[in-house]
């Protein structure tokens, strides 16, 4: 087939699971990396039942309404079978004999009923069951009752009734009556019929099918409306009791079957869950149930996914009822017996083939390993919330590892995640809320030390700038970091004229404004970290006293620099050098004394009065 039967509108789909949780045989994959759903067409039984429940109409099956106007459009006679479920889809139709003219006015040049098929399958399964050899068989009318045992049971293939569907039968008909190069469109209420028509190619061929919402369509399109419509009845045959089979026992009723409780043969399921539940029951009690399945999808074919809404099953009961009895009463009896011989020797034969689509199971490692991420222990035992769409936890477990689904589609551990996670950002948002009054703490500490900071950096070049002594900051590639004026007038006329461009002459090198014995001296105590402390070093002349101290380990130093020629600076080192020397030979002096007596003395009040003098000039000059 050129397109799958069911597929995914992937920009509608919100991920909400509804089709996960509907889709009987867990036909729809949800990939991690993807943001929609996807539907796996080898597992798909084209129930229909993610189509009815997508909300956000992001499940479509394949559409043959492009077909069907092709075929109407072509040069062949176009025939319409049409199932008797019409009567519960069209209660806006006052007269059957009005949507059987709307069908025609499309094109259609016959309209023929797929109750009479219907009467011929109930009598090759009364047939069937009468002829009891010790084998109990499935009906093969509902064709996702069929692809589900295909496909999910296949050890139960060979209890499949061996007979062709209804719309296939009337096909049969059909192509007798009007020839082989007839069209055949088969209008009903099943999805699946569509996948079923392209099994056969022989006299049973379909070449499309549309469902009632697709027919609905068409008149829409075409505007087709009864109003203007007169009456035009089915083309012969005309079924029988055929036309009660929308409900579920109506085929055994056109059979006439006994359906009594204690003498019957057949038992008649309905819905999907009772449905699976029956074929297991039957494939492991049959012989204790000792019964027939007579089995629909759907509860019974008025509630089919092709339907154009679901409507109440009662109400359209109703009318199946009404329709089939003003039907029967314009029926020639004889006529139709005389159709049915007519037609009741054509093949109406089928085979079934296994499908196997069943999931195989997985290591029982890699099941609880999926367990214990949604939270579930003990295997899962007595947990079975089914909101994943699974009926136990472990199923859903082995859709996980196979890639059908993912974690996330368990609701009760999402939400306990959620609560989880709540909770861990409530306390996120209260440590947050902490660090942010400590930051905001911290920030005013910063802003009140950067305010000290910048006091003291005020205070301590005011400092520097009033000291007699040259004072300048150098980092490792020998560029000032800060100068006072002390320093800059030492250095002379040249480094005044820079300052006045760059204030401190920062970032000035020193290389430029010293000789290499000056700032010889800088490199070593940055590379050695050792001091150097009253080193006199000659510069153009003058006799300059220096002191380079370590500030940052080989990054920074610092220089403080006098100026030897400075009156204050030689009559102070004078008292200080004299003051060493005093100090140094004190000892000296006074062993000498011993020996030379009173011309120790002496020295000593010499030395002294130099002293004296020195201080008395400096203490007259200010």
């Not at 069908?103 to 040049?109: M, N, S, W």
Request: overall charge positive; charged content about 25%.
């Amino acid at each position: 087939m050129s397109h799958p039967l069911i597929s995914t509108i992937k920009d509608k789909c919100k991920l909400c699971y509804a089709c996960v949780r509907v889709c009987p045989v867990k036909a729809i994959e949800v990939k991690i990396s993807d943001k929609h759903v996807s539907v796996i067409p080898e597992r798909c039984i084209g129930c229909g039942n993610c189509v009815n429940v997508c909300s956000q109409g992001a499940m479509q099956y394949r559409s043959s309404i492009e077909e069907t106007k092709a075929i109407l459009n072509s040069d062949n006679e176009a025939v319409a079978i049409v199932a008797p479920s019409i009567s519960g889809e069209f209660e806006d139709i006052t007269d059957y004999r009005k949507f059987v003219n709307m069908i025609k006015t499309l094109g259609f040049k016959y309209v023929n009923e797929v109750s009479f098929g219907i009467d011929l399958v109930a009598k090759k399964y009364l047939e069937l069951i009468s002829d009891y050899k010790g084998k109990y068989y499935i009906s093969a009318n509902c064709p996702s009752v069929v692809a589900y045992i295909e496909k999910f049971q296949p050890e139960l293939v060979d209890n499949i009734a061996p007979i062709v569907s209804p719309m296939i039968a009337t096909a049969k008909v059909v192509h007798k009556k009007y020839g082989k190069n007839i069209k055949v469109v088969y209008i009903g209420p099943c999805i699946q019929n569509k996948n079923e028509a392209l099994l056969f190619d022989d006299d049973g061929k379909v070449d499309s099918v549309l469902t009632f919402e697709e027919l609905r369509k068409l008149f829409k399109e075409y505007n087709i409306l009864e109003s203007k419509l007169e009456y035009s009845d089915f083309d012969p045959p005309i079924g029988n009791k055929g036309s009660l089979y929308p409900i579920s026992n109506g085929i055994l009723q056109a059979a006439d079957i006994n359906e009594n409780l204690l003498t019957r043969k057949i038992t008649t399921v309905e819905g999907s869950k009772d449905m699976v539940s029956s074929l297991t029951a039957f494939h492991n009690n049959i012989s204790s149930i000792r019964q027939n399945y007579n089995l629909f999808f759907c509860n019974g074919c008025l509630m089919g996914p092709g339907m154009s809404s679901t409507g109440n099953k009662f109400i359209k009961r109703s009318m199946v009822v009404k329709y089939a009895k003003k039907r029967l009463k314009k029926i020639g009896i004889e006529k139709w017996e005389e159709q049915i011989s007519k037609y009741i020797n054509l093949d109406f034969s089928r085979t079934f083939k296994a499908d196997d689509q069943r999931i195989k199971m997985p290591s029982k490692d890699k099941i609880n390993d999926v367990l214990k991420s949604i939270g579930v222990h003990d295997n899962g035992k007595g947990l079975s919330c089914g909101s994943c769409g699974y009926d136990s936890c472990v199923n859903f477990a082995i859709a996980v590892t196979k890639g059908l689904a993912k974690t996330e589609m368990c609701t009760t551990a999402t939400l306990r995640n959620n609560h989880n996670y709540i909770r861990a950002l409530k306390a996120t948002n209260e440590k947050l809320a902490q660090a942010q009054e400590a930051l905001k703490t911290s920030e005013r500490k910063a802003r009140q030390e950067e305010e000290a900071a910048k006091e003291a950096s005020k205070m301590t070049s005011t400092m520097l700038h009033k000291l007699h002594a040259g004072v300048v900051i150098i980092d490792k590639d020998l560029k000032i970091i800060q100068a006072n004026k002390s320093f800059i007038t030492m250095l002379g006329e040249d480094a005044k004229e820079i300052n006045e461009v760059i204030p401190g002459l920062k970032g000035a090198d020193v290389k430029i404004l010293l000789p290499y014995d000056f700032y010889n001296l800088f490199s070593y105590v940055l590379k050695n970290d050792e001091n150097i402390l009253n080193r006199d070093v000659l510069f153009e002349e003058d006799m300059f006293n220096a002191s380079i101290f370590t500030i940052k380990k080989n990054k920074i130093v610092g220089v403080i620099v006098r100026d030897m020629s400075s009156p204050e600076i030689r009559k102070e080192e004078v008292v200080k050098r004299v003051t060493d020397v005093i100090d140094k030979n004190l000892e000296l002096v006074q062993k000498i004394g011993f020996l030379l007596g009173e011309g120790a003395s002496e020295t000593e009040q010499m030395l002294n009065s130099i002293i004296e003098f020195h201080k008395s000039q400096k203490g007259k000059k200010k």
